[in-house]
């Protein structure tokens, strides 16, 4: 996201504001999403779930710090500040056809 003119605006260039800016700014992630490593969207996938960090390490058998640091990559690259923008960006992706 940036700023135009006092206005968040997205990377595509969408002005983010309102529910318009929401479903904007979580399309913009859903495009990134191809991006991920295959680990990293994994990751993505089971926060999608609902999983809890250690319920991930326990799925995917791997410690928790290392599905911290998984979860914490996956935020940085879609420039998401919470795990609920993952799971919007990885809905919108999959009702969208972003994910082969």
């Not at 490593?37 to 791997?62: C, H, K, M, N, Y």
């Amino acid at each position: 996201m940036v700023w135009v003119r006092g206005s968040a605006v997205s990377s595509g260039g969408v002005p983010l504001d309102g529910i318009g800016g929401i479903i904007a700014g979580h399309r913009a992630r859903a495009r990134l999403l191809p991006g991920l490593s295959p680990r990293q969207r994994e990751v993505a996938e089971l926060v999608t779930s609902g999983l809890s960090d250690p319920e991930i390490a326990d799925r995917l058998f791997i410690s928790p710090r290392t599905v911290r640091a998984h979860v914490a990559d996956v935020l940085r690259h879609l420039e998401a500040t919470s795990r609920v923008e993952i799971a919007c960006a990885m809905v919108l992706a999959q009702v969208s056809g972003f994910l082969g």
